[in-house]
């Protein structure tokens, strides 16, 4: 049930940092990537209903206070980011914390996300002639790897949902079979969890660990969703709808954390309408 008073208008990407605000449990630790919706994400959920969930900085700045607002580009490497944190570390510290068990999840945007979790944020085309280079994962690789659960962001358009990597920059589940995250040296009962877009949730099936559309944006089909996917995932027994945005966590995003737009503001627009539905401006 919400809590809250459902928003009017908002845009999608602020609609998918509230949704993965919502996954953020009380009392757990996050390892996230970067500046922006991860980050954005676990700071919402302490505002509201996980005020003791911590987290560290994709760099390895832990449990810090942050001054608010929000720098546009300071949400890594700068002293009010780190305000008041437990220690400033690397990413080597982070990953330290994390091989020993003490990172619960880690959340990090994804370029690409294949059937079983699979992220590739390096390279697009043929890696041994001609393709194209991006930034690579940073700190994604360590967080994919160690933590007990991921939590991946991206877009819901078909380029982004591919039936095979043309790079793996950072592991699920491999191919999908039993023990081959183990087998390839990865801890045990660890692996991507959820995947959020701005139209959908989904899990992944605990026995094929492949992708499973779990709810929708109350302004989409649920063949709206498929139809924007390179693969057709699983589906649940039951295709849930997800709530709006509140009000209220949208006055926290846009006042103290993306407080000059540019993280959501250019995205595609949604209104609630006199009925009290939901439609793409």
Known sequence: MQNGTPATVFSEREFQVCLLAA????????????????L????LA???????????????????????????????????????ALEWGTMNTAGDYARLGHM????????????????????LGDYASEGRRFGGPGGADSI?????????ATD??????????????SPGFLDGTPGAREA???????????????????DYEEESHHLRLMATAPWVTTEQVLNEMGFRPRLADTIDVLDPPTEEELEVLRTQLDVDGRFSAS?????RTENGKYELL
Not at 40 to 43: D, E, G, I, R
Not at 51 to 75: M, R, S
Not at 104 to 121: A, C, E, F, H, R
Request: with cysteine.
């Open 156 to 169: 819901q358009q078909e380029r982004k949902f591919v039936p095979q990597m043309d790079f793996i920059s």
């Open 40 to 43: 954005y994400a676990v700071l």
């Open 144 to 152: 994919a790897a160690l933590c007990w659960r991921t939590i991946l």
């Open 267 to 271: 995205e595609k627009m949604v209104q």
């Open 104 to 123: 619960d999840y880690g959340i990090i945007n994804t370029l690409q996300v294949d059937p079983y979790g699979n992220i590739n944020s390096t390279w």
């Open 23 to 38: 996954l953020v449990s009380e009392g757990r630790s996050y390892w996230v990537a970067g500046g922006g919706g991860p």
């Open 46 to 84: 302490q505002a509201f209903h996980a005020p003791h969930a911590t987290y560290i900085t994709e760099d390895g700045v832990i449990a810090p206070e942050p001054a608010l607002p929000f720098d546009p580009i300071g949400g890594m490497v700068s002293s009010r980011a780190g305000y008041r």
């Open 184 to 202: 390839a040296g990865l801890p045990t009962e660890t692996g991507p969890w959820r995947v959020a877009t701005p139209w959908a949730l989904f």
